[in-house]
């Protein structure tokens, strides 16, 4: 079958390959003009770590990992008030786990898929049209084709998912964050950790990138605001968020760029189901969670491989996308619910929540707390485990 992916990310990246391995033919469409530059870290275990394992992946993975010995969290001063160090992390996480940027795991996926899967950089679907025995597709620039199936794995402004299924607002759901984050030259000597600082309703965090003298700092502030500033007016946006902030914020701050910042809602996205004839959604497209879950990179990846694999044990498009979506909808959904009970109390909105917290994170950041900081993380096993 000729398949249509809209989004090279991780989702369409990741479902192209194990297309192609089950001998279809798919074709990516990525609307940025060559893979993307930037980018944040992201924790990595479970079900994404098994899938990159299968791809032949996990250990060039492993070799890029973030220097990230530690997760720390600072006062206004910058004295460490709770370490978690990651021998614990991977202790309640039962498994391997990586640090990696995503950029990282993208350019893995996509050294994965390069010279066997067609990759259209700066090109979008504009309009789509289900015909008995296809799907005729209207490139953003003039041109037609027509697939068997089209798949949108273009992330959680899906425009596959607009064109198919209605407006975003339908499926968004806001969990009253906004985040944003760039890079900076590291002139804070941060050493290999990750560093937090909570203030009331704002937590600003530093890490480094792997790349010498470079760092993340991203910024995460509880607002009811559901709209994303335009580009130009971001830096001021959240300049006026953070304002009057301790610790290094405002050095932080006076580093951000003019335009090229990386804001955005912390929005999930919950559907009623994932298909509708021969387009189906994967990733952040269907099944958003947040930041908050540290698992959205995974569920991509559950979703590219077992989309594919339904399609391989399946002749019938419908049957597999049946297959896909019951194998793992109840799994995300379960998923975001944690993700969402993790956002209530992730950064606390007053001083004596953030001292309550404090003190609750120094007492069971202990081995003794496994279980119960097992339970707080959630499921964090691949859904794959018994297969
Ligand atoms: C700050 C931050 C921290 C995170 N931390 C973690 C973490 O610790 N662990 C974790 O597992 N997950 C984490 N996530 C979530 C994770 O990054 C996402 O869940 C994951 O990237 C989803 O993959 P995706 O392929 O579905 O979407 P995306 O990665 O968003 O990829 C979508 C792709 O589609 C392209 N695209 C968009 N629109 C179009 C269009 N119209 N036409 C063609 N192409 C288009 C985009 O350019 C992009 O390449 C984090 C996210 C953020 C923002």
Redesign the pocket.
Known sequence: MRVLI???????LTLAYWLHHWGHTPVV????PHG?LGG?????FGT?YDVAARMGIADRLAERQLPAESICHVDGVGRVTVRLERRLLEKVIRGPYLALM?TTLEEALGGAVRDRVEIRYG???AAAEQRADGVDVTFADGGHESFDLLVG???????TRELAFGPEERFARHLGYA?A?YPVPDTYGLGPRRVHHNEPGRQTVLYPTGRPGELIA?FLYRTADRSVPPRTERRDALRGAFSDTGWLTPRLLAEAPRDDLFM?GLTQIAMPSWHTGRIAL????CG??T?T????????MAGGYLLARALHRHDDHRAAFHTYEARLHPVVRQRQRRARALARSLVPATGIGLVAQSAVTRLILRDAFTGLLRRGYGDTTSVLTHD
């Open positions: 809209s989004g090279g990310g991780i989702a369409g469409v990525e609307r940025a993307r944040y870290g992201i924790d990595f994404g995503h090109h979008r679907v794995a273009d992330g959680v402004h899906s425009a985040m984050c991203l955005d994967v990733g952040d497209a958003a969670m930041l879950s540290a698992q959205g990179a995974s569920m991509a």
